[in-house]
């Protein structure tokens, strides 16, 4: 099912008139989410993210704009006619009951044309059960289940019903470091296998890149950047998605061009084509410097992070906007930094110039 929002737009008003602190939480929202596709929602916290979601599936009504499922607005018709799953990050299942109840909880509750019997409910709970590899536990309760088994059978609960569109709201957050991972593979299989078009939410890029198809990064409402996680990564719209994306982050400094050749301090680092003299940020990937004695960027190391196959390099340089800067060079390098200076030669791929004031990326050719 192919979502579009359509100038998605919504304000939460003044608690009292004198107050005059209305949040415009989302603020003229447009895309088209191709059906089948994962699409990650990602920000930092506050930025509209939930909001979007909880329009999407009908809980908040836009203050302005449009929803549609596939060719059919959406946008005045209830969260149970959506068919949507929702999951939450608290899982919120019921206690007293069962995995096989929490999981059939949902089909008991339909009526009409919906209304399964229970041979039918049975077995839609089981083939959902075996999708989240739940089908071994369906006699325990939740206390007697691990919370990525529990998030799986909040999981189980939303697909049950066989929703055209899934929507996940920070659904790993409660989640330990190892459980995160596999439940987010977990997440990455089952969408792949029922083809779901599905909205996941959260705050951790490294999260969003490795399952979604497609990322939107958020900033205080409004959409900053919209496509494949590598595109977006290589290719930033502005300093706020450059600095969000990646870890280590991205190196900034400030710059300055002159006579199209791009200074960082007294450094002259390289030919920036095309673009007039002026003061820039610069933003420079970990894994865009590399050790060359005659490199350009001269740094004062401070010390050497093993990371196994990689080394991460800390140092220092006036022009840098951060105390530290951090290279990533293969750990088969040999890293000498009781020098007093190391000097680097940059990927012109992974530097990237930014308008001091309106944070836009300027685009330039290296050579
Ligand atoms: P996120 O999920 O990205 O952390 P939210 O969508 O929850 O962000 O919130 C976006 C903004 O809208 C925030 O400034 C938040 O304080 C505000 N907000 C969210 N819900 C409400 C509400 N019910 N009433 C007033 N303000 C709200
Ligand atoms: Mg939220």
Do not use: W
Not at 11 to 35: G, L
Not at 69 to 85: L, Q, Y
């Amino acid at each position: 099912m192919k979502i579009v929002l359509q100038n998605l737009t919504k304000v939460f008003p003044s608690r009292n008139k004198k107050a005059n602190d209305e949040v415009t939480a989302v603020n003229n929202f447009n895309f088209e989410i191709p059906d089948g596709k994962l699409i990650g929602l990602l920000g930092p916290s506050g930025c509209g993210k939930s909001t979007t979601l909880y329009m999407i599936s009908g809980l908040q009504k836009p203050t302005s704009g449009k929803i549609f499922f596939g060719d059919e607005d959406v946008t005045e018709v209830s969260t149970e006619n959506r068919g949507i799953g929702l999951v939450f990050q608290n899982y919120a299942l019921y206690p007293h009951m069962t995995v096989k109840q929490n999981i059939l909880f949902p089909l008991q509750n339909l009526k009409g044309e919906q209304k399964l019997s229970k041979e039918e409910m049975l077995e839609r709970a089981y083939n959902t059960a075996k999708l989240v590899q739940l089908d071994e536990l369906m006699d325990r309760k939740p206390a007697e289940l691990s919370g990525g088994q529990q998030q799986r059978v909040a999981i189980a609960r939303a697909l049950v019903k066989m929703p055209k569109v899934l929507l996940l709201d920070e659904p790993l957050s409660n989640l330990d470091a190892r459980l995160r991972l596999q439940t987010r593979e977990e997440i990455r299989r089952i969408q792949k296998e029922t083809q779901i078009t599905t909205v996941f939410v959260t705050h951790d890029q490294e999260e969003a890149m490795s399952i979604s198809d497609m990322i939107v990064v958020m900033k205080l409402g409004v959409v900053q950047q919209i496509g494949k996680p590598q595109e977006v990564y290589d290719s930033p719209a502005n300093l706020f998605v450059a600095k969000f994306l990646g870890t280590p982050p991205i190196n900034v400094f400030n710059g300055c061009v002159k006579g199209e050749k791009l200074y960082i301090g007294q450094d002259e680092v390289m030919a920036v084509k095309g673009v007039a003299d002026q003061e820039v940020t610069v933003g420079i990937r970990p894994e865009g410097f590399q050790l060359d004695d005659r490199g350009p960027l001269q740094c004062k190391p401070t010390n050497v992070e093993v990371m196994g196959r990689d080394v991460s390099i800390v140092s220092t340089h006036l022009a840098s906007v951060n105390p530290t800067i951090r290279s990533i060079i293969n750990a088969d390098n040999k890293i000498d930094i009781s020098q007093e200076y190391i000097r680097y030669s940059l990927k012109a791929h992974k530097v990237f110039i930014f308008n001091k004031e309106t944070e836009e990326r300027i685009y330039f050719e290296a050579k």
